[in-house]
């Protein structure tokens, strides 16, 4: 889909910059809450989703995450002018969830916090690094030949007891990722290439984890492993061996939970980082 239809003279008011190459952004993708947006340019093109600019980098290509929450109005800008596209609603789940043991949602004791705290440290550390890469432009396979068993974007109430203290409890979360119901010790492959950027058998709520950066701000997140096969700076293709599904952390059962972020290049803030829709890549028409 192009940005614009006629490349307008000027845009919005100010002076019309000198476009970097001779053909206007084509951007195509999923435009649905939870999606992401590929816009084809010249490398060094800048490119506006809303208020957030990004420059097209040496592929020739510029990656946009919408947020599960995003408006269903989105202005695509650049040196040939400013275009709307809708973004389609999302319309998932609500549910409540009761008997629930409240050490699985959050930490209650001291050293339940302490470990938590320490795994926090260890991620943040890990979303602060960028690697460079392709990111979503060879498209995506899934990670497990198991099936889904939990889609990405459901909010849940739980209502439980600690099984620790013995004090209720009552938390609501959204589920940023895409669960498959893995046995233990399936296989988990890489959905697209990247540098691996984290490997820790033991972070509290993820239990084994790793993260693997696809490059343009697409991070993929495997967690609850049983083991694994990679380490910090590894460099895999798409389908090389990661890791081993499992049951660790605050898992309730054997699955492989398929997380994907997508941070802002271009800003230091990593807290307007957001997830979006692991299945939405699956289905992405993109190519070389």
Sequence with gaps: MPVVTNPPTDVAGTDSPT?????????????????????????????GFGSVDLIAQANGTV???IAQTAPLSLEISSAWGVRSVQIARRNDAYREVS???CDKIDARTPEQKAHAARSRKVKQ????????????????????????SSPFGPTRKYFGVSKETGVPCESVSVHQGYDMAAPIGTDVVA??????????????????????????GLLSVFMHLSDINVSPGDQVAQGDLLAKTGNTGRSTGPHLHWGVRWRNPASADRTADYYIDPALLLSLPLSD
Excluded: W
């Design 19 to 47: 476009p970097v190459a001779s053909v206007e952004p084509d951007c195509s993708g999923a435009f649905v809450q939870g999606g992401l947006i590929v816009c084809h340019a010249a490398a060094g093109t800048r490119i």
């Design 63 to 65: 990656q946009f995450g």
């Design 99 to 101: 008997g629930f043991d």
């Design 125 to 148: 550390a890990a979303f602060d690094k960028f690697e460079a890469g392709s990111g979503a432009l060879n498209g995506f396979i899934r990670p497990s030949a198991a099936a889904p």
């Design 191 to 216: 959905p697209a290439a990247g540098i691996v950027t984290l490997a820790d058998r033991d972070l509290y709520y993820e239990g084994g984890t790793v993260f693997l950066d696809h490059g343009h």
